[in-house]
């Protein structure tokens, strides 16, 4: 089995790289993101494809057609002036490859970070998965050297290793970075599958304002799916959410709190009417060759995949050039939870209640001497005790403070936010003023309650009430919330819960 030659490498650098090599270290003012042309994009699917032809019809993970890959994008992004590294580990008793490449310049302290899987599956050469996009962020990268692209941001793009068995290469990746590694990368984009034949136009769901059950991403995902999708409303296409589900690369950077984004155009799925009839073509798979020998050069939607490409570049210019500081647009969302998925709240440390603890839970109904304690939720919420226990007192809150707390968010700066919550406090008369129910903003070492509402020694039945706080005084900060709930006395019978928290910019 044959690697590409190196004059093939070679052949491909001129015909791409149509400026001066130095300019790669030259500043040039920012400008608006060029068009790639999809005709470079397709010149690198043909040379992954003739990597897979000649090293058994795959370039799979521990097989010589993968590395012969890895080969053919480091060769190209080391002549255009990127600063590359070839990550080594191990997985299956097999060696498998990550690169990652530098542009020089920017604030390294705000990296955005671009990437998609290299791999193929062992079944074929995996063109448009995920040949297409592997190619399309190397013609993006390509085209960042081409103009000297010099913005605000530091850029560092990634191709990945055996993403088909498992996200092995992309979680090494993660795996191997400091925590001030992972907190200096602002923002990933991830590529994978942009050029299906039945295509649709997917966004992954940023603040889940799509609703279709797997909740938001880190703060800022929103941004990123937001800008996405600027672009394809300028060029007249409708596009769609769709879940982190946990099936690329975006995994990894997710579960370590870092905001992500991308374009997926699908996979083995069926595309329905309804989505024929907003993006055309069939009510058939939108990627027959999915995982297939036949996933081949001839496996390519070229209308998407330059739509795709062309998004990509937006996406890059604008977030990069931006320094990640642009506030979302009024009326935005900014950060949200519903609770349907964890997104990383954890319990309080120094809490002193002996029960009925703040959980994400599915509630169930209790209720006392006909006071309903505890709403029945058809999905999951913060709730103190979230099972009903033997009787009404068996899951409340005993014994002092319990506390539940956010992920971090970093909040944009200017005025006009506002936090919403949806939430209730339940006591019966037992209760006293002492007892209560708050939200507190973390900030630093600083902790300040932002709503309290006390309870009274009367029956008080358990009942949804949204709620607003102005954050406008933490704009600009990276703060989290604090839900905490408290029985200060020895009988008293508390329960809270609280759903749907929400902060906007207005």
Known sequence: MRALPVAGVAALVAGLIAVPLSSAGSAAPLAAAPDIPVANVKAHLTQLQSIATANGGNRAHGRSGYLASVTYVKGLLDAAGFTTQQQSFTYNGATGYNLIADWPGGDTGNTLMIGGHLDSVTAGPGIND????????????????????????HLRFGWWGAEELGLRGSTAY?????????????????FDMVGSPNPGYFLYDGDNSDNT????????SAQIEQTLADYFTTIGVPTRGTDFDGRSDYGPFIAAGIPAGGIFTGAEGRKTAAQVQLWGGTATTFDPCYHAGCDT????????????????????????????????????????????????????????????????????????????TQLAAGSNELVTGASAGSSAGANDVDGGLTTIRSPSI???????L??????????LNNATSADYFRVRVVSGSTSTAVFTQNAAATDKAAAWTTSTVDLSGYAGQTVRLEIGAADTGTASLIEAAVDNVTITRG
């Open 174 to 190: 993660v795996n191997s970075l400091s925590s001030a590694q992972k907190a200096a990368i602002g923002g990933y984009l991830n």
């Open 297 to 372: 050069t001839s496996n390519i939607n070229d209308t998407a995949l330059d739509r795709n490409s062309d998004a990509i570049a937006y996406a890059v210019w604008t977030l990069a050039s931006t320094g990640g500081s642009t506030p979302p647009p009024t009326g935005s969302t900014v950060w949200s939870d519903n609770f349907d998925t964890a997104t990383g709240w954890t319990a309080g440390t120094a809490d002193t209640a002996t029960a009925g603890r703040f959980e994400r839970g599915i509630a169930a109904a209790t209720s006392s001497n006909g006071v309903t």
């Open 213 to 220: 059950g797997s909740g938001p991403g880190p703060t800022g």
């Open 410 to 416: 970093t909040l944009p700066s200017g005025s006009g």
């Open 130 to 153: 995920n040949g297409s996009g592997s190619a399309a962020n190397l013609e993006v990268a390509l085209a960042v050297a081409r103009s000297g692209f010099q913005p605000a941001r």
């Open 418 to 427: 506002t936090l919403s919550f949806a939430w209730y406090l339940a006591h």
